[in-house]
Structure formats: structure tokens, C-alpha cells
T-cell receptor
Framework: DAGVTQSPTHLIKTRGQQVTLRCSPKSGHDTVSWYQQALGQGPQFIFQYYEEEERQRGNFPDRFSGHQFPNYSSELNVNALLLGDSALYLC??????????????FGPGTRLTVL | GDSVTQMEGPVTLSEEAFLTINCTYTATGYPSLFWYVQYPGEGLQLLLKATKADDKGSNKGFEATYRKETTSFHLEKGSVQVSDSAVYFCALKSGGYQKVTFGTGTKLQVIP
């Protein structure tokens, strides 16, 4: 049973560029959440997708957007990159329909560096 | 809003020592509480959880009890091993959705 997968593993961009990160949830999971983890900090909630809609959003600007596909996979898009966007971006999946809705499974993350 | 405060690290212990990592929280309603662990070079893994007051979560020798009266969820282990060296995050989930609020993490280093 594959866990949560994310791509790419690492990414280097320059200020002002746009980036897309991808996430495939754990098999059987229908909900995807995205987090930003700055170096030495705890993850910060960006937003959550369920049934292809954004259901909840953290304190992040509109430059951060996302999408969920019918197969439950998800993308995180960040426009007009800033140096401060450099971080580890984590995807977490969970299930509202079955299993334990309290438990999120995290992927290994995508390390984004903005120069 | 929701928040989690955990003791700052790093915490350095000798193998077989007793571990306590303190965690307190602020939340509306009755949150679920979690401890996550992040081993070097790896992603976050759920270590244990508790969903209501007085529940005790346990896994791999680690324990934490949901104390509503003190809004705390301290992590304990009776005898740590070198392999327990990692960063530990206390977290909570409240409300109808699954947003998880994390603390800043406590780095644990266990020396032989």
C-alpha cells in the first residue's frame, strides 16, 4: 500500500517565478491538506481540499492556490515567488468517509528554494 | 485562535534516561491532540494521539495523557534509545475540519 507521495523532491526557483507541487494521497484517502514548514519551525496549514473544493484555508496570501483532481491527487501552486517562500512543503492525506478522520498521513515533502 | 506551546530544545539525554517533553495548548471546544515525530531526512509520522479528556495515547514506549484541566499533553518515555533521536511536534485539531496546528518542535538527541 503506497503512502503519500510528493513530487518533485527538490526544486530551485528564482524570485517572481511560479511553481507547481504535486501530491498523491494514500490509497483510500479523499482529503488532502498542504502545509509549509520553514526551517526549524513546525508546519503551518495552507489549505485543505475535499471533493475537489478548497474547504479550509490558513493565513496564506492568494499567491498560494491549489487544485484537487477526481482521483484525489492535488497540486499546490505558488505565484510570484518570494525569498520567504523557501521551505519544505508537506502534503497530508486523510479520509472523511472511512477509517480514522483524525489521522493525517504525511508525505516526505518538497524542498523549495527560492533564489 | 488555536495554538500549541512546547518546550524548546534541543534536549540531550543519555540512553535509558527518562524523557518528558512538555506541551500545552489553547483551543476552542474539545480538540484532538497528537504527537508527531520527524526523523532526520524523513517526513512527519504520527506517534500517538488522544481524542478526549483523560485519554492516554501510547506507541513505541511513548505515552501522553490528555489533561483538559491543565490544557496539557506532555510526552513521556521511560527509557530512551539512540534511535529515538528526532524532532517531536505536539499538535492539535479542532473544529469540524482537519486543520492541524503544530508547535515549533523539540529536538531530542540521545547519546550512548
Amino acid at each position: 500500500d503506497a503512502g503519500v507521495t510528493q513530487s518533485p523532491t527538490h526544486l530551485i526557483k528564482t524570485r517572481g517565478q511560479q511553481v507547481t507541487l504535486r501530491c498523491s494521497p494514500k490509497s483510500g484517502h479523499d482529503t488532502v491538506s498542504w502545509y509549509q514548514q520553514a526551517l526549524g519551525q513546525g508546519p503551518q496549514f495552507i489549505f485543505q481540499y475535499y471533493e475537489e473544493e478548497e474547504r479550509q484555508r490558513g493565513n496564506f496570501p492568494d499567491r498560494f492556490s491549489g487544485h484537487q483532481f477526481p482521483n484525489y491527487s492535488s497540486e499546490l501552486n505558488v505565484n510570484a515567488l518570494l525569498l520567504g517562500d523557501s521551505a519544505l512543503y508537506l502534503c497530508a492525506s486523510s479520509s472523511r468517509r472511512t477509517g480514522d478522520p483524525d489521522t493525517q498521513y504525511f508525505g516526505p515533502g518538497t524542498r523549495l528554494t527560492v533564489l | 485562535g488555536d495554538s500549541v506551546t512546547q518546550m524548546e530544545g534541543p534536549v540531550t539525554l543519555s540512553e535509558e534516561a527518562f524523557l518528558t517533553i512538555n506541551c500545552t495548548y489553547t483551543a476552542t471546544g474539545y480538540p484532538s491532540l497528537f504527537w508527531y515525530v520527524q526523523y532526520p531526512g524523513e517526513g512527519l509520522q504520527l506517534l500517538l494521539k488522544a481524542t478526549k479528556a483523560d485519554d492516554k495515547g501510547s506507541n513505541k514506549g511513548f505515552e501522553a495523557t490528555y489533561r483538559k484541566e491543565t490544557t496539557s499533553f506532555h510526552l513521556e518515555k521511560g527509557s530512551v534509545q539512540v534511535s529515538d533521536s528526532a524532532v517531536y511536534f505536539c499538535a492539535l485539531k479542532s473544529g469540524g475540519y482537519q486543520k492541524v496546528t503544530f508547535g515549533t518542535g523539540t529536538k531530542l538527541q540521545v547519546i550512548p
